[in-house]
T-cell receptor, first 115, second 114 residues
Framework: AQTVTQSQPEMSVQEAETVTLSCTYD???????LFWYKQPPSRQMILVIR??????QNATENRFSVNFQKAAKSFSLKISDSQLGDAAMYFC????????????FGQGTELSVKP | KAGVTQTPRYLIKTRGQQVTLSCSPI?????VSWYQQTPGQGLQFLFE???????NKGNFPGRFSGRQFSNSRSEMNVSTLELGDSALYLC?????????????FGEGSRLTVL
């Protein structure tokens, strides 16, 4: 069975600084995808970044980047130049390659940004 | 383009009652997935519908059921409500691509069971 673990329930970062959120996963699949989702307070969840397991290159989306360590089954999210609007719950998730809408989520990391 | 719409946004029920939640996906999306979010269990997958057929199913009891209509709108039903069913129920739609298809979430329906 797939599992996703986020070991940091809460994190804090100073505005304009960099923060890294940790995620480890376990899967026996060779075809899978990894995601980071952001859920602001009382607002809908949105996709931050995704990584196809077969790609060695780490995904990047503007200020957001991942460090994908396939052998270690680690998938951390780095947020550079943190902004107040980055404050939210961040969920790491995995999906088997053929599982469509079935994501396995971690427990989440609540990120606060200090001005 | 309108996003994923869930109704109702908030509702209160009592134990033993049943509830039906609705989800309208983004236009053109054929897949709708449902998730339950609670403080204790986190986000858990309920089921996914694609072209009116259940494509994936999570580990929830049979009291949780769903369906999808020909216009891709989906409903989920919970019968014989229990206190533990209190949760935020999230719906997500996608194009249906099993691989890289991005999930777009609605704002959720918050169910309180008294």
């Amino acid at each position: 069975a797939q599992t996703v673990t986020q070991s940091q329930p809460e994190m804090s970062v100073q505005e304009a600084e960099t923060v890294t959120l940790s995620c480890t996963y376990d899967t026996s699949e060779s075809d899978y995808y990894l995601f980071w989702y952001k859920q602001p307070p009382s607002r809908q969840m949105i996709l931050v970044i995704r990584q196809e397991a077969y790609k060695q290159q780490n995904a990047t989306e503007n200020r957001f980047s991942v460090n994908f360590q396939k052998a270690a089954k680690s998938f951390s999210l780095k947020i550079s130049d943190s902004q107040l609007g980055d404050a939210a719950m961040y969920f790491c998730a995995s999906r088997k390659g053929n599982q469509g809408g079935k994501l396995i989520f971690g427990q989440g990391t609540e990120l606060s940004v200090k001005p | 383009k309108a996003g994923v719409t869930q109704t109702p946004r908030y509702l209160i029920k009592t134990r033993g009652q049943q509830v039906t939640l609705s989800c309208s996906p983004i236009s053109g999306h054929r897949s709708v997935s449902w998730y339950q979010q609670t403080p204790g269990q986190g986000l858990q997958f309920l089921f996914e519908y694609f072209s009116e057929t259940q494509r994936n199913k999570g580990n929830f009891p049979g009291r949780f059921s769903g369906r999808q209509f020909s216009n891709s709108r989906s409903e989920m039903n919970v019968s014989t409500l229990e206190l533990g069913d209190s949760a935020l129920y999230l719906c997500a739609s996608s194009s249906g691509d099993r691989g890289t298809g991005e999930l777009f979430f609605g704002e959720g329906s918050r169910l309180t069971v008294l």
